[in-house]
T-cell receptor
Framework: DAKTTQPPSMDCAEGRAANLPCNHS???????VYWYRQIHSQGPQYIIH???NNETNEMASLIITEDRKSSTLILPHATLRDTAVYYC??????????????FGKGTKLSVIP | DTAVSQTPKYLVTQMGNDKSIKCEQN?????MYWYKQDSKKFLKIMFS???????INETVPNRFSPKSPDKAHLNLHINSLELGDSAVYFC????????????????FGNGTRLTVT
């Protein structure tokens, strides 16, 4: 079971910031939060991940609350090409040195012209 | 250069046939995965291989058999195909050993759309 909950859908005006929330209240101390997106039927694309500090890369920013029970993915200037399903995932240890990504239902982000 | 490549991209076959999907990664990763995305768009992990050793084997019919000839390849063989096997199958890889063990992103291929008629 996915350890995260996300709103099923969101709209964002083109050029505005898209803020996608995620709750992960049962996250453990060494579990990372990952964000992926899937555009149409392509393979999931890695966006960003973090443990407890805020992170930023060329695609997005990740804000994690101090208690680590929730996070927000920020796309600073959304474009039409950012329309996709966005998945917030807590990566859990699955044994023998491997870490598993369990996808939930994600948030379908629609960027509107 | 494609990091994770799958072949074929599309596969249409009849019930009862046996088929294979191939996956190769050129990232030097030590762990590879197979995920299945059904018609409702849920992505579920099927298998995970680390250094040619099976790590995760979720509740998958034994008609599905992963084969890893080396670290860079993880193929999926499916026997006696059924209508319910129709889905998109994604291969992925990551580096799960050493210093990257806690924070290594998965890199996905673009999927193989399997249609069983």
């Amino acid at each position: 079971d996915a350890k995260t909950t996300q709103p099923p859908s969101m709209d964002c005006a083109e050029g505005r910031a898209a803020n996608l929330p995620c709750n992960h209240s049962t996250i453990s101390g060494n579990e990372y939060v990952y964000w992926y997106r899937q555009i149409h039927s392509q393979g999931p694309q890695y966006i960003i991940h973090g443990l407890k500090n805020n992170e930023t890369n060329e695609m997005a920013s990740l804000i994690i609350t101090e208690d680590r029970k929730s996070s927000t993915l920020i796309l600073p200037h959304a474009t039409l090409r950012d329309t996709a399903v966005y998945y917030c995932i807590v990566r859990v240890y699955s044994g023998a040195g491997s870490y598993q990504l369990t996808f939930g239902k994600g948030t379908k982000l629609s960027v509107i012209p | 250069d494609t990091a994770v490549s799958q072949t074929p991209k599309y596969l249409v076959t009849q019930m009862g046939n046996d088929k294979s999907i191939k996956c190769e990664q050129n990232l030097g990763h030590d762990t590879m995965y197979w995920y299945k995305q059904d018609s409702k768009k849920f992505l579920k992990i099927m298998f995970s291989y680390n250094n040619k050793e099976l790590i995760i084997n979720e509740t998958v019919p034994n008609r599905f058999s992963p084969k890893s000839p080396d670290k860079a390849h993880l193929n999926l063989h499916i026997n006696s195909l059924e209508l319910g096997d129709s889905a998109v199958y994604f291969c992925a890889s990551s580096q799960d050993r050493g210093t990257a063990r806690y924070n290594s992103p998965l890199h996905f291929g673009n999927g193989t759309r399997l249609t069983v008629t």
